[in-house]
């Protein structure tokens, strides 16, 4: 296999890129209104009860409807993910490589199509649907390129034949989020394949249409039926009858903390019938923080801050919530992001405005409920109020001031267009407040002291820490993405032992 290559993003400046994503659009939308079928065992199945899927920047647009399934299906869903595992699993790794790879090659043929999708769905705007896209190309890639380097070397020893060796797991299930519909979709789903397991994947309820384009995909690159099984469902009714199955071997979550920790504990249950001790993996949210000391380059870091925390409306769990700043530029500082944050255009990501609609009418209230909660913890300078725009869920960008470290502004991860800056005296109480949340996602520290630098790298406590640049758009293979405490178990998405979470070790000795 060829060595791995991240996917390149296009200039939506220059005529070609914009021309074809505005075909893809007009594409997509000639599509819109089709009914996304279950699919187990490589069956597609309408059912009569539906999950209406609408476009967040005018929700009076129906996206499509998918089918919604029951626990009569996960039963059957988990019996076809099993079936389909002898003959997956027993496959060699390069043909299971070539077919994930393959994925990929199909995605990116397909790459503004895809893009144009989320657009309409997620409310996503040309870049950032599209940089989704290339993350989901580099996972089918590099998971691909990995699954061919998983030897495990021993010692010899005098008289025996010595040998270990990496197996799959067995069925599993998949519960990826809507803020990524295909990139982190994806990536859970093809990770656990290519090692030789099979899944069960439930789509976020917000976003199935993308989801279903996506095993349309598998299908074109030839994924054999029952490896992947897709289940939209409302995680009332199928949640946890996936997280308890007797027949479930492993479970691989992103979303919210919440969530995550009811899918923790009801894993570690062991259900009548069940033979082993289910894994489960849970990526969850963040209460992410980049520092600005007096050192700093205040453009940069202002460009920076900006694009964190709005890149997406905030909706991402990287997203910089937290400005910490020290007292000796703090005004200077933030004087710039919100002249940067205010100039930032609002409008519906199909024509590629800098912020679109949050995603759902639910989400919408509850940003603007802890809006209202924060006008009486700290100073609002900025934004702050729902936008009116065909109907659509829009906010402007927020930016609180004079926040204390322990107000919920600074400790409750609101997941939206809302900044919280916190003033500190210098370095040393930056770092103490930026490790003071439960959370331990991304951070970020924009400095020329090499010193302090250095300190972050071993103090500041986060999985992802990133120097003088934004804290959002972690690349795969180059800087795996996975969190510390309450954002997670830690499992590294794009990095080169994730494959090894899906598999266990077997070794035979033979006396010769």
């Known amino acids: 296999m060829q060595e791995f290559r991240t996917e390149p993003y296009s200039d939506f400046s220059e005529p070609g890129p914009e021309a ?11 599509e819109l209104g089709r009914i996304a079928p279950l699919v187990i065992g490589g069956e597609r199945v309408i059912t009569d009860d539906l999950i209406r899927s609408v476009d967040p920047s005018r929700p009076s647009l129906e996206i499509g409807r998918a089918s919604s399934a029951s626990a009569a299906h996960v039963d059957q869903a988990l019996a076809a993910a099993w079936e389909a595992f002898r003959d997956w699993a027993a496959r060699p790794v390069g043909e299971r490589a070539e077919i994930v790879s393959r994925i990929g090659d199909v995605l990116a043929d397909r790459k503004y199509e895809m893009a144009a999708w989320q657009s309409y769905e997620a409310g996503k705007n040309w870049a950032e649907a599209e940089a989704d896209v290339a993350e989901a190309i580099d996972f089918c890639h590099y998971y691909a390129l990995q699954a061919t380097r998983m030897d495990v070397p021993t010692y010899d020893y005098p008289g025996e034949r010595n040998e ?20 982190i979709l994806v990536g859970m789903t ?19 249409l993308i989801g279903s384009k996506f095993m349309e995909v598998a299908a074109e690159a030839g994924i054999p039926p029952g490896v992947i099984n897709y289940l939209p469902g409302s995680g009332a009714a199928i949640g946890d009858v996936l997280v308890d199955h007797p027949r479930t071997r492993f479970v691989n979550f992103t979303g919210s903390k919440e969530v995550g920790l009811r899918i923790g504990q009801r894993s570690a249950v062991v ?16 209460k992410d923080a980049l520092i600005v000391d007096e050192t700093a380059d205040l453009e940069a870091a202002a460009a920076a801050v900006v694009a964190s925390a709005y890149g997406y409306q905030g909706q991402k769990c990287s997203a910089c919530s937290r400005l910490i700043a020290v007292e000796a530029i703090h005004d200077d500082l933030l004087e710039r992001v919100v002249a940067a944050a205010s100039g930032l255009e609002i ?4 024509g590629n405005f800098p912020v679109g609609p949050v995603i759902t009418d639910v989400q ?24 009116d725009l065909e109907g659509g869920y829009y906010l402007e960008p927020t930016i609180f001031r004079g926040v204390r470290p322990d107000a919920r502004l600074a400790q409750h991860e609101i997941f939206g267009p809302v900044l919280s800056v916190v003033q500190v005296a210098d370095f040393d109480e930056a770092i103490a407040v930026a490790n003071d949340t439960e959370f331990g996602l991304t951070g970020g520290l924009f400095s020329q002291d090499r010193d302090r630098v250095a300190r972050a790298t071993r103090e500041f406590h986060v999985g992802n820490l990133y120097i003088n640049r934004k804290i959002t758009g972690a690349l795969v293979g180059i800087q795996p993405f996975g969190g510390f405490k309450m954002s997670g178990s830690n499992a590294k998405a794009g990095g080169p032992d994730y494959l090894r979470l899906f598999m266990e070790m077997k070794t035979v000795a033979e006396r010769l």
Do not use: C
């Open 347 to 350: 409008g519906p990501p199909s």
């Open 364 to 387: 919408h209230r509850a940003i603007l409920d802890e809006i209202e909660r924060g006008r009486a913890e700290a100073d609002l300078v900025l934004g702050g109020e729902a936008v």
């Open 164 to 183: 270990s060796f990496l197996i799959p797991l067995g069925a599993g299930v998949v519960i990826p989020p809507w803020n990524f519909p295909l990139a």
């Open 271 to 286: 259900q009548p019938g069940q033979t082993w001790l289910k894994r489960a993996f849970m990526e969850m949210g963040g």
């Open 20 to 30: 074809r994503y505005r075909s893809a659009l007009v594409q997509v939308e000639s």
């Open 190 to 208: 093809v990770g656990p394949v290519v090692a030789g397991n099979t899944v069960v994947l439930k789509p976020a309820s917000a976003t199935p």
